[in-house]
């Protein structure tokens, strides 16, 4: 369980790697951190003790509290053989083949991994950046939250980046920030999937994209390129989109109500993933469309189950485990000072049974 002082050194530490509080700027008393934190003057000294070792702010007899030049004060030897690693999700779906290749190749050196997980919420990634932080970390594989949208934690990542913790990102970046990467090719992907269907016949394609991250709006960028190459069909296209805590109710009432026109219908269905493909496809299941008899199914990742579903689900295949062991190298020779050169993934379609020809 984790102590009061802890929680409040924790808490003081973040805002100001977030530069919430900034530099020589002068902190609460300590009265009135008693007060914020609901906690007695020996707790609050505490914190302040233990902030103080670390160069995150100074005393001043008389004057107050105020945050230190930390950036400018010398490092102290990483003691931790730890390489944090930031994910939008842990437990299901490609995450734990990422964070298995990932392992396989840091363990050959010594190093362990520590997970956080943002639900691909900003403010926990923010609470993931300073926790990982707090526990002297070698370095940082970070999966961006919202990749697609303004990075709310850019303050917190330059500063970490001054601190000499090497970063890297995998499955998306943030354009403002200059830090090696691992990515699919989701433009590329995007439109690989959309030209496959019209190769097999398809007109009337709807394209179901998540755009909250870069993934979705890139392949659906894609999805647009593959139908501005055929404008004799482009018409015919039907884009729908959501964001992560979007509830999709509304989102499946249109394609209710798309489904069921008797012109217009669409014949295929592009899914920004796998686990969305499956909502997709129980949902058409439910209002009795048959796949791919009626209406044809394509996505993204090749989930685990992707091939074991009736039908199978016509996808294409993330590296997973590739991108975990080339994470797992790059970060080991960031560490070594190696120089590193981010990589994209060309997209590999694989060929099951949820899409058919139509002639």
């Known amino acids: 369980m984790t102590k009061k002082y802890e929680k409040i050194k924790q808490d003081i530490r973040e805002k100001i790697l977030s530069e919430e509080y900034k530099v020589s700027e002068k902190l609460p008393t ?22 103080e070792k670390e160069n995150f702010v100074y005393r001043i007899q008389g004057g107050g ?10 490092k102290s030897a990483i003691k931790n053989k730890t390489i944090g690693l930031i994910t939008t999700h842990i437990a299901d779906y490609i995450f734990p083949n990422i964070i298995t290749g990932i392992d396989n190749y840091i363990s050959n050196y010594g190093y362990s991994i520590l997970i956080a997980n943002t639900q691909n919420n900003p403010e926990k990634e923010r609470k993931s950046l300073t926790n990982l932080l707090s526990n002297e970390l070698s370095g940082l594989i970070i999966e961006p939250t919202r990749s697609a949208l303004n990075n709310a934690n850019k303050g917190i990542y330059d500063n970490i980046k001054s601190m000499g913790i090497p970063m890297l990102f995998i499955n998306a970046v943030y354009d403002d920030m200059d830090i090696p990467y691992l990515i699919m090719d989701d433009e590329k992907t995007g439109e690989m999937i959309t030209n496959y269907l019209i190769s097999r016949g398809h007109k009337q394609i ?27 069909i482009s018409n015919m296209s039907e884009i729908m989109m959501y964001q992560t805590e979007e509830n999709k109710i509304n989102m499946f009432k249109k394609l209710h109500t798309s489904l069921k026109r008797p012109e217009f219908a669409p014949t295929a269905i592009v899914c920004y993933n796998d686990q969305l493909a499956f909502q997709v ?3 058409v299941k439910e209002i009795g469309l048959k796949i791919p008899e009626d209406l044809s199914i ?12 009736n039908p199978g689900l016509t996808t294409i295949r993330h590296p997973q485990e590739r991108m975990g062991l080339d994470a797992g190298k790059m970060i080991i020779d960031m560490l070594n000072k190696q120089p590193v050169t981010s990589k994209i993934y060309e997209p590999e379609l694989i060929e099951r049974d949820s899409v058919r020809t139509i002639h």
């Open 281 to 283: 496809i129980n949902f």
């Open 298 to 309: 394509i996505s993204v990742d090749d989930y685990q189950f992707s091939k074991f579903i």
């Open 206 to 232: 709807a394209g179901i994209f998540k755009v909250d991250d870069k993934q979705g709006v890139l392949r659906m960028k894609g999805y647009i390129k593959a139908y501005q190459d055929h404008p004799e």
């Open 65 to 74: 509290i105020f945050v230190d030049n930390w950036k400018e004060k010398p």
């Open 30 to 51: 300590e009265s009135e951190l008693m007060e914020m934190y609901h906690v007695s003057r020996f707790t609050v000294r505490h914190a302040i003790d233990e902030l």
